[in-house]
């Protein structure tokens, strides 16, 4: 159910972006202690983006999943910006993220909802 997007203007090779969006999976499943095997990501790299009026290196992540609480979001934050800048060398302060928790009715998998 946890769904990570990450967009960035930065690009990848393909084994460069293999690699994050496996350790983003792992990284979301023990930051929301919930199992991988219901973790999606997904990266777009390469985007056309500014941030602060500028071209340089941003990136905007969207993380959805049933039950995130507002309690943490801090939490969260830290640790995906911290992971933004280690593996993309996208300093803290250029990257936004937006934090979802839809409503079990509107969250579907293997044809049904939550």
């Known amino acids: 159910m946890p769904m990570l997007f990450i967009r960035t203007n930065r690009d990848l090779t393909p084994d460069d972006r293999r690699d994050l969006l496996r350790s983003a999976s792992r990284l979301c499943a023990e930051a929301l202690g919930k199992s991988e095997n219901y973790v999606m990501t997904t990266l777009e790299c390469d985007r056309p983006m500014t941030f602060a009026g500028s071209d340089a290196p941003c990136a905007y ?3 959805k999943s049933l039950g995130l609480t507002a309690e943490q979001t801090p939490a969260l ?12 060398g996208i300093p803290q302060e250029r990257v936004y993220i937006e934090f979802s928790s839809p409503e079990r009715p509107f969250w579907g998998w293997n044809g049904r909802t939550f």
């Open 77 to 88: 934050s830290r640790t995906l910006c911290h992971f933004v800048e280690e593996r993309l």
């Open 61 to 63: 992540l969207e993380l």
